[in-house]
């Protein structure tokens, strides 16, 4: 069994580190109703294309627009701007176009705060362009957001947590807002065989053998 899954990996490597953008923005004080969702499909489409992904489906409510990409996520409120995507993206090339269409679309001039962040790569030789190492993504980020600061958390290169943010002065109590983040790694061997076409043909015959499952 694990003869075949390294077989797998050495043919069908996908990189499962997740890349993570969030931008919040604020609107100039003599701007009234600005709102990111303003931005019509045709310029994320365009957006997305400069990284290679697209949009597969959307959702959305009163508060928030949530798109399902071609590989993870985007969500979009009146004045945050949120992608997740993983695989060989080249996610911060379209920090530069978002940066864009919210000030033509949205009325959002101001970025507030702003966060990047990922777990160290499986494979880093394998990203395209400023995504090899992480110096190189801060040093293209510091040319949009020249008041950013980069971190790094973690005992060893293999297990770090790599975040860029702005390093912004507040003054006084500031609202709650906490992120969670949960990274797995190293999982149980057999476990991880039930989602590759070794055992499950397609995903609807996993959704119904786990469903199967459940209810025995």
Request: proline residues 3%; aromatic residues 12%; glycine residues 4%.
């Amino acid at each position: 069994m694990i003869e075949k899954l390294e077989h797998i990996n050495q043919d069908c490597f996908f990189e499962g580190t997740e890349k993570l953008l969030e931008i919040w923005f604020k609107s100039n004080v003599e701007i009234i109703g600005g709102d990111l969702r303003n931005i019509p499909r045709f310029e994320l489409d365009a957006m997305l294309k400069i990284v290679n992904a697209e949009i597969v489906s959307v959702k959305k409510n009163e508060f928030i627009d949530s798109y399902v990409l071609s590989e993870s996520s985007m969500f979009i409120s009146k004045d945050r701007f949120i992608i997740k995507t993983c695989g060989i993206i080249t996610l911060l090339e379209s920090v530069q176009q978002i940066l864009r269409l919210a000030e033509k679309y949205g009325k959002m001039s101001i970025v507030q705060n702003f966060f990047y962040s990922r777990r160290a790569y499986l494979r880093p030789n394998d990203q395209i362009g400023i995504h090899k190492t992480f110096n190189e993504e801060v040093n293209y980020l510091k040319l949009f957001i020249p008041y950013g600061a980069a971190y790094s958390m973690g005992l060893n290169e293999s297990s770090k947590w790599y975040l860029f943010t702005t390093d912004n002065p507040h003054e006084g109590p500031q609202a709650c807002d906490a992120t969670l983040e949960i990274l797995m790694s190293d999982l149980d061997e057999e476990t991880m065989l039930q989602f590759t076409k070794i055992k499950n043909p397609n995903s609807e015959e996993l959704i119904r053998m786990r469903f199967m499952k459940i209810w025995m």
